[in-house]
């Protein structure tokens, strides 16, 4: 049989799309005994998954649109991601200035309710609504790692130091921060361990029934080597392309529509010099985070605007830019520009069409739709967001598990990803026993390392005695065996791979030095394939 025309052996699931929701439901999957494929047309985390604000978040400013039920379970997940990979997840601390002067054009549920019972509050948030929010969200998810809130004399406190001298009050809760593209990554590689088989550059050209199978048609974007994969049921996941693959590659008819919304953020240079976040309140009714980013930067975001067509690139226009920074600068005392910017990134989130008036009003939910009309089963994916991804994947799994005998039931909770097998308060332990056993290490180095791969960070430096033996510098402590391990463990295959998603050493790379990993990186895979 030509490889045009190759099939593969029949699996349960075949899951479209190499995102957070996709790797989750791989996982989950696998771990329940199902042989699952999974089929990414980039990398892993190349769009939604890798844009995101990088934060495990209950989602503060959902309670004025009365989803509770999604908040608590979000600050129920959060500890529970928390416990999983504290290598790659942590407490931070959020400042929410306040000054009773600040208005807000809101359509809120919440405004709305205000301005017709009080009337006089009509454009306000006024300070008792804030302490009542963060109550709420103390007390929802039965929190037990991450301190609760407090209130903060801005005149005296070092959050308050880089503000505008107007705000002297501020309220300060928690919330968790995560590298979203390695969450992705690790979910594949546990997916795989237990069985997956997980294929990136690979398209799904077409879907259609074959009674009570998928086939599948897929093509290599690499070699263009076409494949059909057989299973028994299949995951739309595709993310921003979850609407265009049901009306385009997967023969289904459907009412389901999807909602793309784009966010943009901005990396200035480091703004204030303490650890802490602020969540900023905007006239507009928005809100944005300013938040520490890779140790000598300050990450400010996001925007919400529509975006019509998941084809066109996600680029975080100069409009938006202009946005975020004098949306930072009526808080900042010195004016940020767009002079500060170092980098930009913008990400579309596939939100469930509700109907909703405006972009920023759309349901962050996720909405699970089994189609099981004219044979095998297929399951469509909207919505969702990174910090409930592993319960949005327990909740794919329910409406797999009348179609298969699964071996077991809910199992990720608490079961750690790779690297992260070690205590939650773990992670200065692991950088002070990492720079013990290897002195070439320098702090910042040692801290990189185990922030990336946790327990696993010894496996990449082995017995190296000098920075040497670790093969070639590419710059910035990325080293030949940290970028071999990306490849033959991470499916890394370019440099934008391993500079912008399974690190972010692009802020820290020259053109030239990029351009160098790309062509050593390209050479080892033709003298592998070769």
């Not at 990174?386 to 797999?400: P, Q, V």
Request: aromatic share 10%; glycine share 10%; charged share 30%.
């Amino acid at each position: 049989m030509s490889s045009s025309q190759a099939s593969e052996p029949v699996s349960d699931l075949f899951v479209i799309g190499g995102g957070i929701n996709g790797c989750g439901i791989a996982r989950d999957a696998a771990g329940r005994g199902l042989s699952v494929v999974l089929a990414e047309m980039d990398d892993l985390a190349q769009a939604t998954s890798s844009s995101s604000t990088k934060l495990f978040h209950g989602g503060l400013r959902y309670l004025e649109y009365f989803e509770f039920r999604l908040v608590r379970e979000a600050l129920i997940e959060r500890e529970t991601l928390l416990r999983a990979m504290p290598h790659i997840s942590w407490p931070m601390r959020f400042v929410l200035p306040y000054h009773p002067s600040m208005r807000f054009e809101s359509d809120t549920p919440t405004s709305k309710l205000l301005g017709t019972v009080m009337p006089w509050m009509r454009g306000r948030r006024p300070a008792w609504l804030i302490r009542l929010g963060l109550f709420m969200y103390d007390h929802l998810g039965g929190r037990k790692i991450l301190p609760g809130t407090s209130t903060l004399d801005l005149q005296r406190d070092p959050a308050g130091a880089p503000l505008d001298p107007k705000f002297e009050t501020a309220y300060e809760y928690s919330d968790c921060w995560v590298e979203d593209s390695r969450l992705v990554v690790l979910n594949a590689r546990d997916a795989e361990a237990r069985g997956a088989r997980i294929m990136t550059r690979t398209r799904v050209l077409h879907a259609a029934r074959e009674g009570d199978l998928w086939a599948v048609k897929v093509e290599d974007r690499e070699t263009g080597a076409r494949r059909t994969h057989r299973a028994r049921m299949l995951v739309n996941a595709g993310g921003p392309w979850v609407g265009k693959l049901l009306k385009g590659a997967i023969d289904v008819e459907t009412r389901e529509g999807v909602r793309l919304v784009r966010g943009s953020h901005i990396v200035t240079e480091r703004l204030y010099d303490h650890d802490k976040c602020y969540f900023f309140q905007g006239t507009d009714g928005r809100i944005i985070f300013a938040i520490p980013y890779e140790t000598d930067f300050t990450l400010i975001g996001t925007t919400d605007a529509d975006h019509p067509d998941p084809s066109e690139p996600a680029v975080c226009t100069p409009e938006e830019q202009e946005y975020l920074c004098r949306f930072a600068s009526r808080y900042f005392e010195r004016e940020v520009t767009r002079d500060d910017i170092v980098w930009t990134y913008s990400g579309v989130r596939p939100l469930y069409d509700d109907g909703a008036s405006s972009a920023t009003a759309a349901t962050r939910d996720y909405t699970l739709k089994v189609n099981a009309t004219g044979g095998a089963p297929v399951l469509n994916v909207f919505g969702g967001k990174i910090t409930t991804y592993r319960r949005l994947a327990e909740s794919a799994m329910e409406k797999i598990a009348p179609f298969f005998e699964t071996k077991k039931g809910h199992w990720t909770a608490g079961v750690a990803l790779p690297g992260g097998d070690f205590p939650v308060d773990g992670v200065e332990a692991l950088i002070a026993g990492l720079e013990a056993d290897y002195p070439f290490l320098d702090r910042r180095w040692a801290r990189r390392l185990v922030r990336a791969y946790g327990t696993e960070a010894r496996l990449i430096l082995g017995d190296a005695k000098r920075p040497e033996d670790l093969g070639r510098d590419f710059g910035a402590t990325l080293t030949e065996a940290e970028v071999a391990w990306l490849v033959e463990k991470e499916y890394a295959r370019s440099a934008d791979d391993v500079l912008w998603r399974r690190s972010k050493l692009g802020l820290r790379l020259t053109g030239d030095q990029a351009a160098a990993l790309e062509d050593w990186m390209q050479g080892e895979r033709a003298a592998r394939h070769g």
